[in-house]
């Protein structure tokens, strides 16, 4: 039986991990304009988030089908075609950070209509903050892991579930602050968004870890699950 043709595979699937990494750039500009956002000194500017968004969107339209492209004009081994599906798969989960980073800074803006002096309280954006930051430094070491095609971390699980800590931290002293700190019912409802967009790209993430632990080793584990 003849072997598997792979005229060019290689350069072409280091020419992905480039496009990888440029699809990724505008989704990490995004997500961190929405974590500045949240501090005193900053006003998030949804307008630029949502074009940093529609970037990203366009981007991965591209890497989708240049990923196809692949399929079509290669014969990939079975890893390659590990590594491709976790791929395709990737581009959704962070093209979801770009609309995540969009519904956060909606979601600011939304508070800041509804409260009067417009600022969230300084411990909940602090908290917040906290939260996006990690949640960010996890996109980062994806966005390593799928572009030098390293292992995870080994630290993974444990960064999740500090993500989760703060979550339902953050979560429970939104729901105890007086109504009047945080615009009432909306204002509420707004900062319960923002910390659960946060919480949902990290779920998102570590979904792509599983996937891309099984792309390297050909094995499934389950990263996300707390139990």
């Not at 956002?37 to 969107?57: C, P």
Request: aromatic share 6%.
């Amino acid at each position: 039986m003849a072997p598997p043709i792979r005229t060019n595979l290689d350069a072409r699937m280091g020419f992905i991990r480039d496009a990888l990494e440029e699809f990724i750039r505008p989704v990490k500009q995004a997500y961190m304009m929405a974590v500045d956002g949240l501090s005193i000194e900053t006003e998030v500017d949804s307008k630029d988030v949502q074009k940093k968004r529609m970037k990203a969107q366009q981007r991965a339209e591209d890497l989708s089908q240049e990923l196809l492209l692949v399929l079509t004009l290669n014969q990939p081994l079975l890893q390659d075609l590990r590594i491709i599906a976790c791929y395709l798969r990737g581009i959704d989960v962070i093209e979801r950070l770009a609309r995540h980073a969009r519904d956060i800074a909606n979601a600011q803006d939304s508070f800041n209509a509804f409260s009067e002096d417009s600022e969230i309280p300084r411990h909940l954006a602090e908290s917040l903050i906290g939260l996006g930051q990690n949640v960010f430094a996890l996109l980062e070491q994806m966005e390593v892991c799928l572009v030098q095609q390293t292992e995870l971390p080994s630290d993974l699980k444990d960064q999740w579930l500090s993500i989760q800590s703060l979550f339902e931290e953050i979560s429970l002293s939104i729901l105890e602050e007086q109504k009047s700190n945080v615009a009432g019912r909306e204002g509420r409802l707004n900062l319960n968004l923002i910390a659960r967009r946060f919480e949902r790209s990290a779920y998102n993430l570590m979904r792509l870890a599983d996937l891309w632990h099984h792309a390297l080793e050909n094995e499934w584990i389950h990263l996300e699950s707390v139990e």
